[in-house]
């Protein structure tokens, strides 16, 4: 059963703008999430994380909003720069050293 | 910078074959992970070792899979045999001992194609 969805596979936003990545989970003993980047031909790297006692951290242009009644959460990058553009993975953990379940990722393309 | 290096980056082979990949973690690193990303999927988890111990491998198919860290640096993952539905992105990462989740380094990845 997949505990994280990441529901959009793709998303397109023009340079500048906002993009708004969402992912959602089912297990309510995941309380540390994290955001990863993949390049094609790279691995994934680590992008934002939060922990389940805050509801918002930001670095940077990245921001991740935690909504644990709703089991939600999003990642906003403010704005969006071509260098953006990657498959985007939503992780989520039971606890900062517990085992890392994905969501499928989404595809962000970033145009002119 | 250290990174996390992987090898082969591609691998095509026929079904019922042996395949076998390496990974040489950040040096240091004593938690190494291998993960399996099917396409259009996230990484799954197939087995984590501490130096030299499993420490998890709850997900490794182990009728055909089979994965070791003899000194606890580099590792190899094996598939024997193959099927078609091995293929995949195999991924591999590590990080210090007792790291948190964020601190995971993951390598480039080795692509498999099984026919």
């Known amino acids: 059963d997949q505990q994280v969805k990441q529901n959009s596979p793709s998303l397109s936003v023009q340079e500048g703008r906002i993009s708004i990545l969402n992912c959602d989970y089912t297990?309510?003993?995941?309380?540390?999430f994290l955001w990863y980047k993949k390049y094609p031909a790279e691995g994934p790297t680590f992008l934002i994380s939060i922990s389940s006692i805050k509801d918002k951290n930001e670095d940077g242009r990245f921001t991740v909003f935690l909504n644990k009644s709703a089991k939600h959460l999003s990642l906003h990058i403010v704005p969006s720069q071509p260098g953006d553009s990657a498959v985007y993975f939503c992780?989520?953990?039971?606890?900062?050293?517990?085992?890392?379940?994905f969501g499928a990722g989404t595809q962000v393309v970033v145009t002119p | 910078e250290a990174e996390v290096a992987q090898s082969p980056r591609y691998k095509i082979t026929e079904k019922s074959q042996a395949v076998a990949f390496w990974c040489d973690p950040i040096s240091g690193h004593a938690t190494l992970y291998w993960y399996r990303q099917i396409l259009g999927q996230g990484p799954e988890l197939l087995v984590q070792f501490q130096d030299e111990s499993v420490v998890d491998d709850s997900q490794l198919p182990k009728d055909r899979f089979s994965a070791e860290r003899l000194k606890g640096v580099d590792s190899t993952l094996k598939i024997q045999p193959a099927e078609l539905g091995d293929s995949a992105m195999y991924l591999c990462?590590?990080?210090?001992?007792?790291?948190?989740?964020?601190?995971?380094?993951f390598g480039p990845g080795t692509r498999l194609t099984v026919l």
């Open positions: 992780a989520a953990s039971g606890g900062s050293w517990g085992k890392l379940q």
């Open positions: 990462a590590s990080s210090p001992s007792g790291a948190r989740a964020d601190t995971q380094y």
């Open positions: 297990n309510s003993m995941f309380d540390y």
